[in-house]
């Protein structure tokens, strides 16, 4: 029972276990064999509280969708979660949907409509306490999270077991609401019982690396329409899990999976255990996975010999194939004479007494580091070789570098390391690589037309040739076309951020300089445009194409009114083909893109009275409403809610807060707003019931400014946005996650939200009153900047709530900043747009 006292000398062993597992992990999200992603706990992260959360993507990070047929050839029949414990006996049922005693509803069916489970499990009585475990028969200490996934994967069933170490050592308070243990407790099966070791290993199907192609059927019309490719990630990873495949056959009935479940497998193995229980175990000998790994990761002699020759397949010279020839005997290799030799490889350049003294001389990269897939050159000078550059002699050359250290280089490398250069400030045009593309094309079809007229053996050949260079086409390559995908698949083939450090590039600016500060900037939602706006009464459309000849994203079309110092604009969503904009003034424009016609609109019927100014609109996500702040500030501050299709008046929001409102921002589904106050207080409200459903106040806010929305995976009963960023007066901005304001759901729906929520995390990077934030599509990216002083410009990674230390730097050419958007370029990149007070705008581009 010694192991029951000490937990803390088993933890550390515990942990190790778990971390030999190799947990694939990429932005905090913890990828399991099958669709789940685990969002939280982290490995071996102390627990307690009211409840532990487990939060689970069911989506593969948006590769499976979540409303399948149920004949699709890929879906998720059910997913159960077990707490158990081999130190302490006990396995808890969490959820499990076919048994009496689990205290948590089945996951799938929970949260409609969101691709992100929140299991929020109270813990059983037997588990309250604070601290480690203090006596030997204590239910407190060391848990595995065993989450257990009965899925189909291109029409075949799989059943896989993964286990996330936890402690159970911080404080949970006695309560009467809590369970029973003993209701909850089942049968501790052995791993010779639960048999894992024969089971198959599946792997992590779809964490970042090589590509799985997974098959779905949507709920449509067409219910024998086939299923559609999506591009996972199929990286081996060797954890202990386990995987009972049915062999193709489909089940009854979730249910009957279910209960299959719950008799076969209610305990999965666990190594962990086994190590901590049986501590003679010889860990220096290799079992039957760690030689699979090893086989792996440094391979073998006869997968190097195959997969030599396969590389080779495609040469034509046959000389050179014979060089790969490996001989297996013990034979001397043949001697070579000079003449292969290139005449620069016979003498060696001399240059001179303590020329490049202590300095090595960076010759060209080799032809299989360089891109030789396109055409070659003519003729090469033989001379650029005996030619020395020196790159930090020439402060105009130091950018050429490679590295501090980086001096001499050849004349072909200076030539090559130009050209690079040249590349990355001006990319290939778009109509060059259509070029490009099109030219294979046309060549591959001449190819296929030779073969035809050919005679049967030699249309035998080609047809093989033509298969073998459709099959060699890698999934990679094919996922970067943009051609082939519409604006929704180059959405899902964003690729996540890394935190700390941005890999971001300037690009061509905006040719058009507003005669006045910037005030608006918007990406429409479907193409590369800009739109741009400001106080110089003109707008402009710029088709961002940063490659674009003669002229960089050029200007597609611009409106001006006169006497309207337009402040603020924006597409009309879906599709994008109107734009509202509206200035200081009793009116507001709509402009229709595809007539062109400009329409004014002067009032809202029954509150003309209550707006001096119509400048602080915004428009739904979906479309339907436009809101507008107005001018009065009876009651503490009024938002009126009017209808896009009719410009009729269709409800009011009021908000009790000293000194009106500051900003709003519409929920992601379009069914409610989200309203700051000038005082720091928060309205939640709901366009169905027409009132407000939740109040609660920003932590230490004096005086808010300007707030946003962004993200995914956040309750659907406020919208479904995962987090709220809000901006003070003292420069200090609060991010919040939505998942933790609301407090309790009653039985009739209503919510009760915590009155101060905590942030999590507080940003104090400016001094200066913010004046604009805003969040990325994807919600991986937070901007917010201040215009009061220059360059106050600061990006975020919200996964980790990190601010970018590499950029903005201080040669950053940004002004005073005063509109900042976030955008998609043609190859999926994050394109990121700064408008400043001199009427410049200027753009980034954000990679992955």
Same mark, same amino acid.
């Given at each position: 029972?010694?192991?029951?006292?000490?937990?803390?000398?088993?933890?550390?062993?515990?942990?190790?276990?778990?971390?030999?597992?190799?947990?694939?992990?990429?932005?905090?999200?913890?990828?399991?064999?099958?669709?789940?992603?685990?969002?939280?706990?982290?490995?071996?992260?102390?627990?307690?509280?009211?409840?532990?959360?487990?939060?689970?993507?069911?989506?593969?990070?948006?590769?499976?969708?979540?409303?399948?047929?149920?004949?699709?050839?890929?879906?998720?029949?059910?997913?159960?979660? @077990?707490?158990?414990?081999?130190?302490?006996?006990?396995?808890?049922?969490?959820?499990?949907?076919?048994?009496?005693?689990?205290?948590?509803?089945?996951?799938?069916?929970?949260?409609?409509?969101?691709?992100?489970?929140?299991?929020?499990?109270?813990?059983?009585?037997?588990?309250?306490?604070?601290?480690?475990?203090?006596?030997?028969?204590?239910?407190?200490?060391?848990?595995?999270?065993?989450?257990?996934?009965?899925?189909?994967?291109?029409?075949?069933?799989?059943?896989?077991?993964?286990?996330?170490?936890?402690?159970?050592?911080?404080?949970?308070?006695?309560?009467?609401?809590?369970?029973?243990?003993?209701?909850?407790?089942?049968?501790?099966?052995?791993?010779?019982?639960?048999?894992?070791?024969?089971?198959?290993?599946?792997?992590?199907?779809?964490?970042?690396?090589?590509?799985?192609?997974?098959?779905?059927?949507?709920?449509?019309?067409?219910?024998?329409?086939?299923?559609?490719?999506?591009?996972?990630?199929?990286?081996?990873?060797?954890?202990?899990?386990?995987?009972?495949?049915?062999?193709?056959?489909?089940?009854?009935?979730?249910?009957?999976?279910?209960?299959?479940?719950?008799?076969? @497998?209610?305990?999965?193995?666990?190594?962990?255990?086994?190590?901590?229980?049986?501590?003679?175990?010889?860990?220096?000998?290799?079992?039957?996975?760690?030689?699979?790994?090893?086989?792996?990761?440094?391979?073998?002699?006869?997968?190097?010999?195959?997969?030599?020759?396969?590389?080779?397949?495609?040469?034509?010279?046959?000389?050179?194939?014979?060089?790969?020839?490996?001989?297996?005997?013990?034979?001397?290799?043949?001697?070579?004479?000079?003449?292969?030799?290139?005449?620069?490889?016979?003498?060696?350049?001399?240059?001179?007494?303590?020329?490049?003294?202590?300095?090595?001389?960076?010759?060209?990269?080799?032809?299989?580091?360089?891109?030789?897939?396109?055409?070659?050159?003519?003729?090469?000078?033989?001379?650029?070789?005996?030619?020395?550059?020196?790159?930090?002699?020439?402060?105009?050359?130091?950018?050429?570098?490679?590295?501090?250290?980086?001096?001499?280089?050849?004349?072909?490398?200076?030539?090559?390391?130009?050209?690079?250069?040249?590349?990355?400030?001006?990319?290939?045009?778009?109509?060059?690589?259509?070029?490009?593309?099109?030219?294979?094309?046309?060549?591959?079809?001449?190819?296929?037309?030779?073969?035809?007229?050919?005679?049967?053996?030699?249309?035998?050949?080609?047809?093989?040739?033509?298969?073998?260079?459709?099959?060699?086409?890698?999934?990679?390559?094919?996922?970067?076309?943009?051609?082939?995908?519409?604006?929704?698949?180059?959405?899902?083939?964003?690729?996540?951020?890394?935190?700390?450090?941005?890999?971001?590039?300037?690009?061509?600016?905006?040719?058009?300089?507003?005669?006045?500060?910037?005030?608006?900037?918007?990406?429409?939602?479907?193409?590369?445009?800009?739109?741009?706006?400001?106080?110089?009464?003109?707008?402009?459309?710029?088709?961002?194409?940063?490659?674009?000849?003669?002229?960089?994203?050029?200007?597609?079309?611009?409106?001006?009114?006169?006497?309207?110092?337009?402040?603020?604009?924006?597409?009309?969503?879906?599709?994008?083909?109107?734009?509202?904009?509206?200035?200081?003034?009793?009116?507001?424009?709509?402009?229709?893109?595809?007539?062109?016609?400009?329409?004014?609109?002067?009032?809202?019927?029954?509150?003309?009275?209550?707006?001096?100014?119509?400048?602080?609109?915004?428009?739904?996500?979906?479309?339907?409403?436009?809101?507008?702040?107005?001018?009065?500030?009876?009651?503490?501050?009024?938002?009126?809610?009017?209808?896009?299709?009719?410009?009729?008046?269709?409800?009011?929001?009021?908000?009790?807060?000293?000194?009106?409102?500051?900003?709003?921002?519409?929920?992601?589904?379009?069914?409610?707003?989200?309203?700051?106050?000038?005082?720091?207080?928060?309205?939640?409200?709901?366009?169905?019931?027409?009132?407000?459903?939740?109040?609660?106040?920003?932590?230490?806010?004096?005086?808010?400014?300007?707030?946003?929305?962004?993200?995914?995976?956040?309750?659907?009963?406020?919208?479904?946005?995962?987090?709220?960023?809000?901006?003070?007066?003292?420069?200090?901005?609060?991010?919040?996650?939505?998942?933790?304001?609301?407090?309790?759901?009653?039985?009739?729906?209503?919510?009760?939200?915590?009155?101060?929520?905590?942030?999590?995390?507080?940003?104090?990077?400016?001094?200066?009153?913010?004046?604009?934030?805003?969040?990325?599509?994807?919600?991986?990216?937070?901007?917010?900047?201040?215009?009061?002083?220059?360059?106050?410009?600061?990006?975020?990674?919200?996964?980790?709530?990190?601010?970018?230390?590499?950029?903005?730097?201080?040669?950053?050419?940004?002004?005073?900043?005063?509109?900042?958007?976030?955008?998609?370029?043609?190859?999926?990149?994050?394109?990121?747009?700064?408008?400043?007070?001199?009427?410049?705008?200027?753009?980034?581009?954000?990679?992955?």
């Amino acid at each position: 029972m010694l192991s029951r006292l000490l937990p803390a000398a088993l933890l550390p062993l515990f942990l190790s276990q778990s971390l030999g597992q190799n947990f694939t992990i990429s932005n905090g999200q913890i990828y399991t064999p099958g669709f789940a992603i685990v969002d939280s706990p982290q490995p071996g992260t102390p627990e307690g509280g009211a409840t532990i959360e487990v939060a689970l993507d069911v989506s593969a990070d948006g590769v499976l969708p979540l409303d399948t047929s149920p004949d699709s050839p890929s879906l998720i029949h059910n997913i159960t979660i @077990f707490m158990y414990s081999y130190d302490t006996g006990r396995n808890f049922t969490v959820s499990n949907g076919t048994t009496a005693n689990g205290t948590y509803p089945p996951i799938m069916p929970s949260e409609p409509g969101s691709t992100v489970k929140h299991v929020q499990w109270t813990w059983p009585s037997c588990l309250v306490g604070d601290g480690e475990p203090t006596t030997a028969d204590s239910a407190r200490g060391v848990y595995n999270i065993s989450i257990r996934q009965n899925f189909r994967l291109n029409n075949t069933d799989y059943y896989t077991i993964f286990d996330l170490p936890i402690s159970v050592t911080n404080s949970i308070d006695n309560s009467t609401t809590r369970p029973d243990c003993s209701s909850l407790n089942n049968p501790l099966l052995t791993a010779s019982e639960v048999n894992a070791s024969a089971a198959n290993s599946v792997g992590i199907l779809f964490a970042p690396g090589d590509s799985q192609i997974v098959q779905v059927k949507l709920n449509s019309s067409n219910p024998d329409a086939g299923g559609q490719g999506l591009g996972g990630a199929a990286t081996v990873s060797w954890a202990r899990t386990s995987i009972m495949s049915k062999k193709a056959q489909k089940p009854a009935s979730n249910d009957d999976t279910s209960s299959d479940e719950s008799d076969h @497998f209610s305990e999965p193995e666990n190594e962990q255990a086994q190590v901590t229980a049986n501590s003679g175990m010889d860990l220096d000998d290799k079992d039957s996975d760690e030689e699979e790994l090893e086989r792996l990761v440094l391979g073998n002699r006869a997968g190097f010999r195959a997969n030599l020759f396969d590389n080779a397949a495609d040469s034509d010279d046959e000389e050179a194939l014979q060089g790969l020839r490996i001989d297996d005997g013990d034979h001397a290799p043949a001697e070579a004479g000079l003449e292969a030799l290139d005449d620069s490889a016979l003498f060696m350049l001399d240059v001179g007494d303590g020329a490049g003294e202590g300095k090595q001389i960076a010759g060209p990269v080799s032809q299989v580091e360089e891109d030789v897939s396109g055409p070659q050159p003519a003729w090469a000078d033989s001379d650029d070789e005996r030619l020395t550059v020196s790159l930090a002699g020439v402060k105009q050359l130091r950018k050429l570098r490679e590295t501090e250290d980086d001096d001499l280089v050849t004349g072909a490398e200076y030539a090559r390391r130009l050209r690079q250069q040249y590349l990355r400030l001006n990319p290939l045009p778009a109509w060059a690589k259509e070029a490009t593309s099109d030219g294979k094309k046309k060549r591959r079809r001449r190819s296929s037309a030779a073969s035809s007229d050919s005679g049967a053996g030699s249309d035998s050949d080609a047809s093989e040739d033509d298969d073998e260079d459709l099959s060699a086409l890698p999934l990679e390559r094919f996922l970067r076309d943009a051609s082939a995908f519409g604006a929704e698949a180059r959405q899902r083939k964003k690729r996540k951020l890394r935190p700390e450090v941005l890999d971001i590039q300037r690009t061509r600016d905006i040719p058009d300089t507003h005669r006045g500060p910037v005030e608006s900037l918007v990406f429409h939602p479907q193409h590369p445009v800009l739109l741009s706006s400001s106080t110089a009464s003109i707008l402009y459309l710029h088709h961002i194409s940063p490659g674009a000849h003669p002229t960089p994203n050029p200007q597609l079309t611009s409106v001006q009114v006169k006497s309207v110092p337009v402040r603020r604009s924006a597409f009309l969503h879906p599709d994008g083909t109107e734009i509202i904009f509206a200035g200081r003034r009793r009116f507001f424009h709509s402009w229709n893109l595809s007539t062109g016609l400009v329409k004014k609109v002067t009032k809202i019927q029954g509150h003309q009275h209550e707006h001096r100014s119509m400048e602080r609109f915004r428009l739904s996500p979906d479309g339907r409403h436009m809101a507008i702040i107005a001018t009065s500030r009876k009651g503490g501050g009024m938002l009126n809610i009017i209808s896009v299709g009719s410009m009729q008046w269709v409800a009011q929001a009021r908000l009790d807060s000293r000194g009106g409102i500051a900003d709003f921002s519409w929920w992601r589904n379009g069914d409610g707003i989200t309203i700051l106050g000038r005082d720091g207080q928060v309205a939640e409200w709901s366009v169905a019931s027409k009132r407000t459903v939740g109040l609660w106040r920003d932590e230490g806010s004096v005086g808010g400014t300007v707030m946003a929305l962004g993200g995914k995976g956040g309750p659907e009963a406020l919208g479904g946005d995962r987090w709220v960023a809000m901006g003070s007066n003292s420069g200090v901005l609060n991010v919040y996650d939505r998942n933790d304001l609301i407090e309790k759901i009653n039985e009739d729906g209503s919510l009760e939200l915590k009155a101060q929520p905590e942030p999590v995390r507080r940003f104090e990077q400016l001094t200066t009153p913010i004046t604009t934030t805003t969040f990325s599509s994807d919600g991986q990216l937070l901007a917010f900047a201040s215009q009061h002083k220059k360059d106050a410009l600061k990006l975020v990674h919200i996964p980790s709530c990190t601010v970018y230390r590499n950029w903005p730097t201080e040669q950053t050419p940004l002004g005073r900043i005063t509109a900042v958007a976030f955008g998609s370029g043609r190859e999926a990149e994050t394109m990121l747009s700064v408008g400043n007070d001199l009427g410049k705008v200027r753009l980034w581009e954000i990679r992955p």
